[in-house]
Structures are given as C-alpha cells and as structure tokens.
C-alpha cells in the first residue's frame, strides 16, 4: 500500500521494473521526477498525470534513459 514514487537518475538504459499492487485498492504511481514516462497503451507522456495502478495488477516501466521511461500495465488509469 501507499504507491510507488519513481525517481530520476537511478535506473540506467535498459532498466526495467515491475511494480505489483497486491493490495484489493488501486495505488498511486507518482513519475513526475522523470522527464518523460510514455504511455505504452497511448504514447502519451504521462509523467505529470495521475497514474493509479488497479487492484491486483501488475505493470512494468522500461528506462530509455535514467530520466526517461515507458509504462505498460493491465490496469493503468491516467487522469
């Protein structure tokens, strides 16, 4: 619970992280320290956005850069 914060200059190229919300609440995924975080289902660049990963779901981000960064889920909403 509580969500996740995904900071700049800590991944390197090629990183990738899976997050796992294994909580029955969706969880907050706050990007806004990276330059770009496109979104995998739209390219939108969603860094700024709220991002909330849904119950019981999973979604991996794979780093272009340290600052830049691509998100695919099964249960992402951006608003």
Same mark, same amino acid.
């Given at each position: &619970? *509580?969500g ?7 991944? /390197? $190229?090629? @990183?990738?992280?899976? !997050? ?10 706050? @990007? #806004?320290?990276? &330059? ?6 739209? *390219?939108v ?7 909330? !990963? *849904?119950?019981? #779901?999973? $979604? &991996?981000?794979w780093?272009?850069?340290? #600052?830049? *960064? /691509?998100?695919?889920? #099964? $249960?992402?909403?951006?608003?």
């Amino acid at each position: &619970t *509580g969500g996740w914060t995904v900071p700049a200059s800590v991944f /390197y $190229a090629g @990183a990738t992280v899976t !997050l796992l919300n294994d909580s029955a609440s969706a969880q907050n995924v706050t @990007a #806004s320290a990276l &330059t770009y975080l496109w979104n995998g289902a739209d *390219g939108v660049n969603i860094k700024a956005s709220t991002i909330a !990963l *849904g119950a019981r #779901s999973m $979604a &991996t981000i794979w780093f272009e850069s340290a #600052s830049v *960064g /691509y998100i695919q889920g #099964s $249960a992402i909403t951006v608003s």
